[in-house]
C-alpha cells in the first residue's frame, strides 16, 4: 500500500486483493458515477451490485493468475480511481505485448 498526498486528498493506492471481493457496492458507486457524468470511458450503462461482484471475483480471480493486475486508488473507502495492466500473447507468437486500461 502507498499513501499519496494531493493537496488536501491522501489516497490509498494499492493492488485489488481478496479483501476487495467485499466491495462490490463501492465499485458499482465508482463505475455509476463516472457514467452518470459522461466520462469518456469505455462503459456506458449503469452497472448493478451484482454485475459489480462478477466483475470483482474475476478480476481477482486474473490477479492471482498473474494475468492482470489491477490498482485501486481509495479517498478514505471511496474508490476514486482503478487502472489495469495486462499482458497479452501476440497471434503466432511467444512474445508478450503489454497494454494497459487506465480508469480515473
Known amino acids: ?3 499519496k498526498t494531493f493537496g488536501d486528498k491522501k489516497l490509498t493506492i494499492e493492488p485489488l486483493s ?8 463501492e465499485f458499482t458507486d465508482f463505475i455509476n458515477s463516472l457514467i452518470n457524468e459522461g466520462a469518456k470511458i469505455l462503459m456506458n450503462t449503469p452497472q448493478t451490485v451484482k454485475q459489480e461482484q462478477e466483475w470483482v471475483n474475476s478480476a481477482v ?4 493468475e498473474g494475468s492482470k493486475v489491477y490498482i485501486i486508488a481509495r479517498d478514505g473507502n471511496k474508490i476514486v480511481a482503478n487502472t489495469s495492466f495486462e499482458l497479452n500473447p501476440f497471434i503466432g ?3 508478450k505485448q503489454q497494454a494497459g486500461n487506465c480508469f480515473i
Open 1 to 3: 500500500m502507498t499513501i
Open 93 to 95: 507468437s511467444l512474445r
Open 61 to 64: 480471480k486474473k490477479s492471482k
Open 18 to 25: 481478496a479483501k476487495d471481493l467485499k466491495c462490490a457496492k
